[in-house]
């Protein structure tokens, strides 16, 4: 089995201020209602395995700074830790973007200082969080979030925002929540990506976002809105 969907040889926007490719892990442990990379997520079988990936940054050597290691879920591949520890040692920086769902993985990854940057998705409170990624993973969430904010990596923690599932006050409440477990770095928040293929068959959403009515101590910087 080959665990990579696809690569993106080249970014400049998925690790800020870093030129950087994209790996996209097949699978996901989660069916998160507006998510649009369905193919990515429902996949089994990629077109590349490790060896292929580490061929193709050996040619990419100072012309790109780091990998992005995304999907799906990339925490969910069994060779994380030895091709994040290679392409370290090819001599890139690591980002990863994950649901938090693996929390044991995470802090491996940590301790084993295999990570540069991680960008952790706060899906929903704990009451919404079943309806959105139709998984019972919050608890998860929360093991990682105190991971992370125990481990003093650089990351940040982002939410996709669609109104029909999360209004201002259901945000302002998980801005609150990320604050009582010691988060101290910007509120992430994504506009929902309109597209033909998402999990939930969702449209735009009817009901005006308002970020302006938020209310949190930590800083929210907006995306896409």
Same mark, same amino acid.
């Given at each position: 089995?080959?665990?990579?969907?696809?690569?993106?040889?080249?970014?400049?926007?998925?690790?800020?201020?870093?030129?950087?490719?994209? @790996?996209?892990?097949? !699978?996901? *442990?989660?069916?998160?209602?507006?998510?649009?990379?369905?193919?990515?997520?429902?996949?089994?079988?990629?077109?590349? !395995?490790?060896?292929?990936?580490?061929?193709?940054?050996?040619?990419?050597?100072?012309?790109?700074?780091?990998?992005?290691?995304?999907?799906? +879920?990339?925490?969910?591949?069994? +060779?994380?830790?030895?091709?994040?520890?290679?392409?370290?040692?090819?001599?890139?920086?690591?980002?990863?973007?994950?649901?938090?769902? *693996?929390?044991?993985?995470?802090? +491996?990854?940590?301790?084993?200082?295999?990570?540069?940057?991680?960008?952790?998705?706060?899906?929903?409170?704990?009451?919404?969080?079943?309806?959105?990624?139709?998984?019972?993973? /919050?608890?998860?969430?929360?093991?990682?979030?105190?991971?992370?904010?125990?481990? !003093? @990596?650089?990351?940040?923690?982002?939410?996709?925002?669609?109104?029909?599932?999360?209004?201002?006050?259901?945000?302002?409440?998980?801005?609150?929540?990320?604050? *009582?477990?010691? /988060?101290? !770095?910007?509120?992430?928040?994504?506009?929902?990506? @309109?597209? *033909?293929?998402?999990?939930?068959?969702?449209?735009?959403?009817?009901?005006?976002?308002?970020?302006?009515?938020?209310?949190?101590?930590?800083?929210?910087?907006?995306?896409?809105?």
């Amino acid at each position: 089995m080959k665990p990579i969907f696809d690569i993106t040889p080249f970014s400049i926007v998925d690790f800020e201020g870093k030129i950087s490719a994209v @790996v996209w892990f097949c !699978g996901c *442990n989660m069916r998160c209602v507006y998510c649009y990379n369905t193919k990515i997520v429902s996949a089994t079988n990629g077109k590349f !395995g490790a060896d292929d990936l580490y061929e193709f940054l050996k040619m990419r050597r100072n012309k790109l700074d780091a990998v992005v290691f995304s999907g799906g +879920e990339c925490t969910n591949c069994h +060779e994380i830790l030895e091709i994040l520890k290679c392409v370290k040692n090819l001599g890139f920086l690591n980002k990863i973007d994950t649901n938090g769902s *693996n929390p044991d993985i995470l802090a +491996e990854i940590l301790k084993r200082n295999l990570a540069d940057f991680i960008s952790l998705d706060f899906k929903a409170g704990n009451e919404k969080f079943f309806k959105i990624t139709k998984t019972n993973g /919050y608890e998860n969430f929360i093991k990682s979030l105190k991971i992370l904010v125990k481990s !003093g @990596v650089k990351f940040e923690v982002r939410t996709t925002i669609h109104s029909n599932f999360l209004n201002e006050t259901e945000i302002s409440k998980m801005a609150g929540i990320l604050e *009582n477990y010691g /988060y101290k !770095g910007e509120y992430c928040l994504q506009n929902f990506y @309109v597209t *033909n293929e998402n999990f939930g068959n969702l449209k735009a959403p009817k009901i005006k976002f308002d970020p302006a009515k938020i209310k949190s101590n930590i800083k929210i910087k907006l995306r896409n809105f």
